[in-house]
């Protein structure tokens, strides 16, 4: 399976951008999916998980309230909705499965297929 990451840019703080991830060779609709995120010079930090039909989700703390992530599993896609960006969230974004876990997970060793990221800058 092939991930790809798009809806990024650049967004003054307070601003929202809704980023997608399209699979492409193989469907995503029987996998759990998550999006996670690397800042300049920090680690990869978990921001939300959605089970495989889209009833179960999880979110990192710092963005809980703030971000929705939802799919579509007829179109193959994840999303992840952002709302009240502050220069904090800045970071490339990344999309991924989870192919072995029944559970949603927040740790990135446990995704299999990742995404090439998209960049989210926002400014101040």
């Known amino acids: 399976v092939q991930l790809q990451a798009s809806g990024g840019g650049l967004v003054q703080a307070g601003g929202s951008l809704r980023l997608s991830c399209t699979a492409s060779?193989?469907?995503?609709?029987?996998?759990?999916m998550g999006w996670f995120r690397q800042a300049p010079g920090k680690g990869r930090e978990f921001v939300a998980a959605?089970?495989?039909?889209?009833?179960?989700?999880l979110y990192g703390d710092s963005v809980k309230g703030r971000f929705t992530i939802s799919r579509d599993n007829t179109k193959n896609s994840l999303y992840l909705q952002t709302n009240s960006l502050t220069p904090d969230d800045t970071a490339v974004y990344y999309c991924a499965t989870s192919t072995r876990m029944p559970i949603l997970v927040r740790h990135d060793a446990l995704y299999d297929y990742w995404g090439q990221g998209t960049l989210v800058t926002v400014s101040s």
């Open positions: 060779g193989g469907t995503i609709s029987t996998f759990n």
């Open positions: 959605i089970n495989w039909d889209g009833n179960s989700v």
